[in-house]
């Protein structure tokens, strides 16, 4: 390897991995913010939100690794720019594609890691990381008592305390209503002070109650619902304790074979398999239909007469009552028809929705199936417009490349986005929508591609300065001109 081409990979491998670093821990910000009332309160483990946080880390490299591509590919060509050693480098007889021939090897690699990460990697990471969400949103909150608030979190219990110490561990004058039975105010217990401590599974939660009475009000089994007669006891205690059921607080883990089927967790092999079940399970939908309409059509080709069933003669005439119908029958005909064209309808109404929700499947597999390229070639896409950018707007640092590369991938994902929700929609065909943005601007690469290889002066102001002060002066010389005239 020669020395142009070792400066040029060293000059794009450390801004590629900072940049993946930044914008991943940006992303996993976006992440926190967007779930933080799923993990505030609950009480996890250190380790499952680590756990969390590494499988959000991730399904979030699709988004990270092309926007540092593009970042870093910016700021590596426009160091190399305005430091004048990319004009060294054409001075010293070696053109641009020639010396970012090893560094093209390399994205091209990392273009080929990314489709392999797409097929083996990320659908597990999706699989982990949404059955532990669906788990992370289904845990309760940690039991909390908040003085002289009712609290409803266990089934079956309205607790309330008017004080409890600083650590929360004794609570003072305590009302507790136990409605398992469906009635709030037939078991009532009150107490001066509650000491809480969990059991040694921690499954249930055991309040230690002392100085108190207990309320309860029943009626005989036999008793009618409006009969007033009922027994009132009240129960005086100096210590008792009451036990809480608590599993509905404990984090359980769902089987993620639950979650198996859903697109965003299946390979290529796995999409085209479910992709061709859907498929089939879409022609036995449009067969059916195709069948009852045939037998609608062969009902209507016959009618009655007298009682009797027959045939329709395929012939010409005006009007299909007068000339085949009796006068007599004609009143029930037509209710008939009525009625079958409205059994038609509800019937198509309701194979509709069927088909509906099998295309709905078939439109998520192929544009799952298509995504796992769309990662590679967005990467080598995104290199291929900030390579050239960075060339010719000869900047670096972190100053004008962050503004242009974030334009160019906002232009990239809003066009990705938008295409993708209208082959969702029925609008675009599901190939078209995923492959919309690297069409859209892929001539636009070629284009910067081309500006760059030959020296152009694409972004500079005083070029167009002067263009402008040379059309003006050519404007305003004809216009004195036929003045004179």
Not at 443 to 451: E, G, M, N, S, V
Request: proline fraction near 3%; glycine fraction near 6%; aromatic fraction near 14%.
């Amino acid at each position: 390897m020669k020395k142009i081409h070792l400066l040029i990979l060293q000059a794009f491998i450390r801004p590629f991995f900072v940049c993946f670093c930044i914008v991943m821990f940006v992303l996993i910000m976006l992440f926190l913010f967007k779930y933080i009332d799923d993990l505030i309160g609950k009480g996890f483990e250190w380790y499952v939100i680590l756990e969390l946080l590494g499988h959000a880390a991730t399904t979030n490299i699709p988004m990270a690794l092309p926007l540092s591509m593009l970042l870093s590919s910016i700021m590596t060509f426009g160091n190399l720019g305005e430091s004048y050693e990319l004009v060294a480098i054409k001075a010293a007889g070696y053109s641009l594609r020639k010396a970012m021939t090893p560094l093209i090897i390399l994205v091209c690699m990392v273009a080929g890691g990314s489709f392999l990460f797409s097929e083996y990697t990320l659908p597990v990471a999706n699989l982990k990381m949404w059955s532990l969400m669906w788990d992370v949103r289904n845990k309760k909150a940690d039991f909390l008592i908040k003085p002289g608030v009712f609290n409803k979190s266990i089934p079956g219990y309205s607790i309330r305390a008017k004080g409890k110490n600083e650590d929360g561990t004794i609570l003072y004058d305590l009302m507790i209503y136990d409605h398992r039975n469906g009635s709030a105010a037939n078991n009532v217990l009150i107490a001066k002070e509650g000491y809480i401590h969990n059991s040694a599974d921690n499954n249930y939660m055991i309040l230690r109650l002392k100085d108190g009475v207990r309320y309860e009000e029943s009626r005989a089994k036999n008793a009618s619902r409006y009969d007033p007669r009922q027994q009132f006891t009240r129960f005086r205690f100096d210590e008792t304790e009451q036990k809480f059921d608590m599993s509905a607080f404990q984090m359980t883990r769902t089987d993620e074979n639950a979650f198996r089927n859903h697109y965003a967790m299946l390979n290529l092999r796995q999409l085209k398999h479910y992709a061709d079940s859907n498929k089939i399970q879409m022609d036995s939908v449009q067969r059916y239909n195709y069948m009852d309409i045939k037998n609608y059509i062969n009902y209507f080709s016959s009618y009655y007469h007298q009682g009797e069933k027959r045939p329709i003669e395929v012939k010409k005439f005006n009007n299909f009552l007068t000339d085949f119908i009796a006068k007599d029958n004609q009143r029930n005909v037509i209710t008939n028809a009525l009625g079958l064209v409205q059994q038609v309808s509800s019937t198509f109404d309701m194979k509709e929705t069927e088909f509906q929700a099998y295309h709905d499947k078939d439109v998520r597999y192929r544009l799952e199936f298509h995504r796992k390229f769309t990662l590679a070639v967005s990467c080598l896409l995104l290199f291929a417009l900030g390579a050239p950018l960075g060339a010719i707007i000869r900047k670096g640092g972190l100053g004008l490349p962050v503004v242009v590369a974030i334009i160019f991938f906002l232009i990239y994902h809003i066009i990705s986005t938008m295409a993708e929700k209208s082959a969702k929609d029925g609008g675009l065909d599901p190939v078209l929508g995923m492959w919309m943005a690297i069409i859209v601007l892929s001539p636009l690469a070629i284009f910067l591609t081309y500006k760059a290889a030959t020296d152009s002066a694409l972004f500079d102001v005083e070029q167009y300065k002067l263009k402008l002060q040379r059309f003006w002066k050519l404007i305003s010389s004809r216009f004195t001109k036929k003045a004179v005239q």
